[in-house]
């Protein structure tokens, strides 16, 4: 069974950071694009950030570039994302995201594989 379960999640003052991981199982990742995407009430689904499974390709949201960074440990199956000087519009559940298509994860489409996600909550 296929599971990628996020952790790090949490409250956070604005301007501050903090650091999300999601664990993969249950097959092999080797050929798929892993990122993040997020989602707060009342609003649609958005890219965060992707990652190539051999970590040599990343891209990111106009809104975090600079802030967020991603990577991964393909021997681990984990997945990072470091998310520095932190605003209230960051506050979102951010769900960790496998498929097989980088592009799908960009365009937040309905991807292969996703975790029930963490809250990251930034007050000002």
């Not at 999640?9 to 249950?26: D, I, K, P």
């Not at 995201?97 to 592009?103: M, T």
């Amino acid at each position: 069974q296929v599971q990628l379960v996020e952790s790090g999640g949490g409250s956070v003052q604005a301007g501050g950071s903090l650091r999300l991981s999601c664990a993969a199982s249950g097959r092999t990742f080797r050929d798929y694009a892993m990122g993040w995407f997020r989602q707060a009430p009342g609003k649609e689904r958005e890219f965060v950030a992707v990652i190539s499974w051999s970590g040599g390709s990343t891209y990111y949201a106009r809104s975090v570039k600079g802030r967020f960074t991603i990577t991964i440990d393909n021997a681990n199956h984990m997945v990072y994302l470091q998310m520095n000087s932190l605003k209230p519009e960051d506050t979102a559940v951010y769900h960790c995201a496998a498929d097989k298509s980088l592009s799908r994860i960009i365009t937040a489409e309905a991807v292969d594989y996703s975790g029930q996600g963490t809250q990251v909550t930034v007050f000002s």
